[in-house]
């Protein structure tokens, strides 16, 4: 099984309800923006708490993952993308790049939400740069490939989007609202 990378882990193994949450949120609040937490847990409630309290507080609840008696969750601190402004001038919806992709057009589609985020659910073939990762990677991309960018929202895609064509890529497109709302095809993390 595919490692997921997280930023922060938190023990709340042997914890009975509500401490997994307790721990969650301790932590939580001493991660940076759009950071991920790993929560190990063994209470079996505690899956249906991190999701109602992700839901609850803005933070998103990507998945859990179970291993023997322990659940693995995995969230990410809410960073304030929704209101971030959108500066790419070349933009696509869903519906444009679920067409192209349904017509085999040659393009990549580049996922640049963090690993824990794309091994939960993503478009079937897409490569996986985080953003932060993305100066250190270019060499991975080709400047002339018709480049089609997703995250979850459009925010982190529209920070990529900017970064690859100022380091001279020639075709980049920005896909809005990207993952958050994307109801086609995809590949996800199954257990």
């Known amino acids: 099984m595919e490692t997921i990378k997280f930023d922060q882990l938190v023990d709340a193994k042997g914890l009975a309800c509500p401490m997994p949450i307790v721990r969650t949120k301790k932590a939580m609040n001493e991660l940076k923006p759009g950071k991920v937490l790993e929560v190990q847990a063994t209470d079996k409630g505690s899956t249906a708490d991190m999701k109602a309290w992700a839901?609850?507080?803005?933070?998103?609840?990507?998945?859990?993952?179970?291993?023997?008696?322990?659940?693995?969750?995995?969230?990410?601190?809410a960073s304030g993308e929704e209101?971030?402004?959108?500066?790419?001038p070349y933009v696509v919806n869903n519906e444009e790049l679920q067409a192209k992709l349904a017509n085999n057009e040659d393009i990549?589609?580049?996922d640049v939400r963090e690993s824990a985020e794309y091994a939960f659910h993503h478009i079937p073939g897409a490569k996986s740069i985080p953003l932060?990762?993305?100066?250190?990677?270019?060499?991975?991309?080709?400047?002339?490939e018709e480049l089609y960018v997703v995250c979850r929202t459009?925010?982190?895609?529209?920070?990529?989007?900017?970064?690859?064509?100022?380091a001279g890529?020639?075709?980049?497109?920005?896909?809005?609202?990207?993952?958050?709302?994307?109801?086609?095809?995809?590949?996800?993390?199954?257990k």
Not at 55 to 63: C, E, P, V
């Open 169 to 190: 890529f020639k075709k980049v497109i920005n896909v809005v609202p990207g993952m958050s709302e994307w109801n086609s095809q995809i590949d996800s993390l199954k």
């Open 154 to 166: 459009g925010s982190r895609s529209d920070l990529a989007a900017q970064k690859l064509t100022e």
């Open 132 to 144: 932060g990762e993305l100066e250190n990677r270019l060499n991975e991309l080709s400047e002339d």
């Open 83 to 88: 209101e971030e402004e959108k500066k790419h």
């Open 108 to 110: 990549l589609v580049l």
């Open 55 to 77: 839901k609850s507080t803005g933070h998103q609840y990507l998945g859990t993952v179970e291993e023997g008696d322990v659940l693995k969750h995995y969230l990410r601190k």
